[in-house]
């Protein structure tokens, strides 16, 4: 499961906690330069945890001022989308000529790969969430005019993007790798509907994505609640049956048929990992959600045509 890496300068004596932050976020970020607008008085912590490819990072320290200048930008690196949402304070994102400031409950973006400004004029808490650019790039939209600009604080997609990204920081040191890898996968794609709901391009078809992916996620959380059904993830989502229909349209087997997909799939993913070969099929099939265990040998069947059995039997290293 994701673990959490932690940088604080608690145990750095005062006086050389300045220095220790602006060399630790110079070799973390790649050259990016931090001061401290003269201050003596300083601490700072960060925690990091990955989400598949999108890293999230809670921080926390006295006022500073990070600068990225054109001649720092190395080509060479990984080009991310950054986005700083504050839990507690300010921070000005200054990109592309535009400044934005946000605060509690908002967000803004801004590109890693050209020069930027990011101020925190006074004592900040915030969650900072790295997308690959690449993962946005490929899905055709024009980012420049994107950055450096307010979102989340009227609501919408960009609010659900901020929701997201809060509850997947707080969750993933309890997730899988896969679970995380899918958590990452649904950021990556609110912070798409989030662009082109700034761009203008949001639709209804938008809005209902969006639920959709939260549905999913939703779902990936809960796999192993035997009770988890359509009526149950409308009251956690808060919205009604017909909207939560309405968002599974265009899926095949609708939201009870993607449940038991994800199931199964989750089933058959443990039987093939050689880490599971002491649990029992019944133990696993239990742990994802499945009460009925004829119900779970006649569906697994169904989806991959043989018994569970007769599946794990094929798998090398593994015996029923």
Same mark, same amino acid.
């Given at each position: ?14 006086? $050389? ?46 006022? #500073? ?11 060479? $690196?990984?080009?991310?989308? +950054?986005? /700083?949402?504050?839990?507690?304070? @300010?921070?000005?994102?200054?990109? +592309? ?82 679970? *995380?890898?899918?958590?990452?996968? *649904?950021?990556?794609?609110?912070? #798409?509907?989030?662009?082109?709901? &700034? ?11 969006? &639920? ?6 939703? /779902? ?16 956690? &989502?808060? @919205?009604?049956?017909?909207? &939560? ?22 089933? %058959? ?6 880490? @599971? ?23 697994? %069947?169904? #989806? ?17």
């Amino acid at each position: 499961m994701p673990s959490a890496s932690v940088m604080s300068t608690d145990q750095v004596a005062p006086s $050389e906690r300045v220095g220790f932050w602006s060399d630790w976020v110079n070799r973390l970020f790649c050259g990016l330069q931090s001061s401290q607008y003269g201050d003596t008085d300083f601490d700072g912590r960060m925690s990091t945890v990955h989400a598949g490819e999108v890293v999230l990072t809670h921080l926390a320290a006295s006022r #500073h001022h990070v600068t990225r200048s054109a001649s720092q930008v190395r080509a060479s $690196e990984v080009g991310y989308l +950054k986005i /700083v949402a504050p839990f507690v304070g @300010c921070a000005g994102v200054e990109q +592309k000529g535009r400044e934005a400031w946000v605060t509690p409950d908002q967000w803004s973006i801004y590109d890693t790969t050209d020069s930027y400004a990011v101020a925190n004029p006074v004592r900040v808490e915030h969650l900072i969430v790295m997308v690959p650019k690449q993962r946005l790039v490929e899905r055709g939209l024009a980012l420049d005019p994107l950055m450096a600009r307010r979102l989340g604080g009227s609501g919408g997609v960009a609010r659900l993007a901020l929701e997201t990204m809060r509850s997947a920081y707080r969750e993933l040191p309890g997730m899988s790798e896969a679970a *995380a890898r899918g958590v990452g996968d *649904a950021i990556t794609q609110f912070v #798409h509907l989030s662009m082109l709901d &700034l761009a203008g391009i949001g639709t209804a078809q938008t809005q209902r994505e969006a &639920l959709r992916e939260r549905i999913k996620q939703h /779902v990936g959380e809960h796999l192993g609640d035997p009770a988890l059904s359509v009526d149950g993830i409308a009251h956690a &989502l808060n @919205c009604s049956r017909r909207l &939560l229909y309405n968002a599974f349209a265009e899926e095949p087997d609708g939201v009870a048929g993607y449940i038991l997909r994800r199931r199964l799939e989750a089933c %058959r993913r443990s039987f093939d990992d050689r880490a @599971c070969a002491h649990r029992s099929i019944t133990d696993i099939a239990l742990s994802f959600g499945f009460s009925n265990m004829a119900h779970f040998s006649r569906v697994f %069947r169904s #989806h991959l045509g043989m018994p569970p059995s007769d599946y794990r039997r094929g798998v090398p290293g593994l015996t029923g």
